[in-house]
């Protein structure tokens, strides 16, 4: 079995990328920080004796994308699972102070990437008779909150696409999951605060959130259901949250 995770050089695409080398998976590891993906790769590799491919990419750039598809060995090529992860915030406020910069990179990432991702893989998988595609929306993508407005509208376009896709993939036998995740601590709050480690840090102040091991074990378990199986979509937040505005902090 072959899964292909994109965002696996930090938090939710990297713990997947273990979990599922745990499990006896080969797998294919994305990101834009080659560093990291060599160091991850020689340690799934040694760790689990499984098979890794690494591809350096940058979401964003189709011509990247299209080029890092190209180059995969035949071997690689049957891919059962995509892990659309790569994603991130960046800044948080009002709509009209908006940076056009972290606007453009949100869309960009979140929402085209996805797309360019799904449209290289999506045909291999129909060529092969059979995949499952799973999609990493978030709890903003089901409910707003103050100042998240693009990346929300990001979230909820995830959202629109991954029911959109199901349908368009039924016929051929390929499965459509979203997970999409309340407030998690891995490298999300130091992105969108732009390496404020201080302001990163306060978003996790007196709650215990989910952590980046929680969310690789919803993705193994929705993606290794009976064939007959499909899970649509999960949401799941930390105990401590209720909502994109309510949580307990103690
Ligand atoms: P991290 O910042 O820890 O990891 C993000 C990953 O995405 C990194 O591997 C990064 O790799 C990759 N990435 C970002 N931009 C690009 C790009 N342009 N091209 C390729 N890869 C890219 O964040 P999380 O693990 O928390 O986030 C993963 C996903 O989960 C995102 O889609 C996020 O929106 C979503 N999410 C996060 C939540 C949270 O609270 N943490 C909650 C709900 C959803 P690199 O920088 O090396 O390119
Ligand atoms: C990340 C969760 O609530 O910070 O998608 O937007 S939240």
């Given at each position: 079995m072959i899964v292909f995770i994109t965002g696996?050089?930090?938090?939710f695409g990297k713990a997947t990328a273990e979990l599922f080398a745990k499990n006896g998976y080969n797998v294919i590891v994305t990101g834009r920080r080659k560093d990291r993906l060599d160091t991850l790769s020689a340690e799934l590799k040694s760790k689990y004796k499984v098979d890794v491919l690494s591809l350096c990419f940058d979401v964003r750039h189709l011509s990247e994308v299209q080029s890092a598809i190209a180059s995969i060995p035949p071997k690689w090529k049957k891919i059962d699972i995509l892990v659309n992860n790569a994603g991130l915030a960046v800044g948080m406020g009002p709509i009209q102070e908006g940076v056009i910069d972290d606007w453009e990179q949100m869309i960009d990432t979140n929402v085209k990437g996805l797309l360019y991702m799904t449209r290289s893989i999506a045909p291999m998988m129909i060529e092969n008779g059979k995949g499952h595609i799973v999609n990493i929306g978030s709890i903003a993508g089901k409910e707003v909150y103050a100042n998240g407005n693009v990346y929300c509208a990001s979230k909820y376009a995830v959202d629109a696409l991954n029911k959109c896709m199901r349908i368009d993939l039924l016929p051929h036998g390929i499965k459509v999951t979203a997970i999409n995740p309340g407030i998690a601590e891995t490298e999300f709050s130091i992105v969108r605060f732009k390496g404020d480690a201080e302001r990163a840090k306060s978003v996790y102040k007196g709650l215990n959130p989910l952590t980046a091991e929680d969310i690789a074990d919803t993705i193994f378990w929705a993606a290794t259901r009976p064939a007959h199986v499909n899970i649509l979509d999960i949401v799941i937040t930390a105990a401590a949250q209720a909502n994109t505005t309510n949580f307990i902090r103690h």
């Open positions: 696996a050089t930090a938090g």
